[in-house]
């Protein structure tokens, strides 16, 4: 209370919140009416950008002019990123029930994903079970991001079993994490990423029953501490991938002999 009391919007936040703010608040003692913002973005001290909803109530005087400000502010914040991962779940089920093949879905899957939980760029590797790489099939970034020059990397290379963020997703089998890739000891493309300002990132593997398919990741610009239940969101989507594709691969199986049946009679 004692680090508020006294202070102006441009004590506390910086300059674009608090010229936000104040000009917010002298519409709504002007007005005499009060606003209501579901969503209001802020930067709080020691805690990074939070989803506020805000309220403002002006309070009148004996005159019955506005002459005080009442502001409520409610940090919905953790309920705004349930949603929203909720929503990229959703959003994977609807576009599966679309697709015949995964390989026509990852497009948008990548985008579903990325938008919904706040990546910039998504990458999809699937498995060459003959060179015994993993090759990038599909890549995604989002419109106001400038990766270029990873993304051509990342559609020119390859990756063996435990090399870079693909390759330890596909030798262990297990999600992985990293807080800032140009940091990282096992990550080839930390130089690129770096140029273009990618640092945090995750990955995860999509499986046919016990053997990886392939391995998709995400970047953001921000650095990203291990955040486990995002992880284990990406996870289970991942095993969804996973049983849609075991599911098409048995429906064109039994479609093959059918024919073969056919052909035989």
Same mark, same amino acid.
């Given at each position: 209370?004692?680090?508020?009391?006294?202070?102006? =919007?441009?004590?506390?936040?910086?300059?674009?919140?608090?010229?936000?703010?104040?000009?917010?608040? @002298?519409?709504? !003692?002007?007005?005499?009416?009060?606003?209501?913002?579901?969503?209001?973005?802020?930067?709080?001290?020691?805690?990074?950008?939070?989803?506020?909803?805000?309220?403002?109530?002006?309070?009148?005087?004996?005159?019955?002019?506005? +002459?005080?400000? !009442?502001?409520?502010?409610?940090?919905?914040?953790?309920?705004? @990123?349930?949603?929203?991962?909720?929503? $990229? +779940?959703?959003?994977?089920?609807?576009?599966?029930?679309?697709? =015949?093949?995964? *390989?026509?879905?990852?497009?948008?899957?990548?985008?579903?994903?990325?938008?919904?939980?706040?990546?910039?760029?998504?990458?999809?590797?699937?498995?060459?079970?003959?060179?015994?790489?993993?090759?990038? !099939?599909?890549?995604?970034?989002?419109?106001?991001?400038?990766?270029?020059?990873? !993304?051509?990397?990342?559609?020119?290379?390859?990756?063996?079993?435990?090399?870079?963020?693909?390759?330890?997703?596909?030798?262990?089998? +297990?999600?992985?994490?990293?807080? =800032?890739?140009?940091?990282?000891?096992?990550?080839?493309?930390?130089?690129?990423?770096?140029?273009?300002?990618?640092?945090?990132?995750?990955?995860?593997?999509?499986?046919?029953?016990? *053997?990886?398919?392939?391995?998709?990741?995400?970047?953001?610009?921000?650095?990203?501490?291990?955040?486990?239940?995002?992880?284990?969101?990406?996870?289970?989507?991942?095993?969804?991938?996973?049983?849609?594709? *075991?599911?098409?691969? $048995?429906?064109?199986?039994?479609?093959?002999?059918?024919?073969?049946? @056919?052909?035989? +009679?």
């Amino acid at each position: 209370r004692h680090e508020v009391i006294g202070k102006t =919007d441009h004590d506390l936040f910086p300059k674009e919140e608090a010229d936000r703010f104040t000009r917010t608040d @002298r519409e709504v !003692l002007e007005s005499g009416t009060g606003s209501d913002i579901p969503e209001e973005p802020l930067q709080i001290r020691g805690k990074g950008l939070r989803v506020m909803h805000t309220k403002r109530i002006p309070v009148c005087g004996a005159d019955g002019r506005s +002459q005080y400000l !009442l502001s409520i502010w409610e940090d919905i914040t953790e309920r705004k @990123r349930a949603e929203l991962r909720l929503n $990229a +779940q959703h959003a994977v089920t609807r576009i599966l029930s679309e697709s =015949d093949t995964l *390989e026509t879905a990852v497009p948008r899957i990548l985008q579903a994903i990325g938008e919904s939980l706040g990546w910039d760029v998504g990458v999809f590797w699937r498995l060459d079970k003959h060179a015994r790489v993993l090759r990038c !099939l599909e890549a995604w970034h989002a419109p106001s991001v400038r990766a270029s020059e990873f !993304l051509s990397l990342t559609k020119q290379i390859v990756f063996e079993s435990g090399v870079g963020l693909p390759g330890r997703v596909w030798a262990g089998g +297990q999600p992985a994490w990293i807080r =800032d890739v140009p940091k990282d000891a096992n990550f080839p493309r930390a130089s690129v990423a770096a140029q273009v300002g990618l640092h945090g990132a995750a990955a995860f593997p999509v499986k046919l029953g016990a *053997e990886v398919y392939g391995v998709i990741e995400f970047f953001s610009h921000d650095v990203q501490p291990p955040d486990p239940e995002l992880l284990q969101i990406l996870v289970s989507i991942g095993s969804q991938l996973g049983q849609f594709t *075991e599911r098409k691969v $048995a429906e064109e199986a039994l479609r093959q002999s059918k024919d073969h049946l @056919r052909q035989v +009679q």
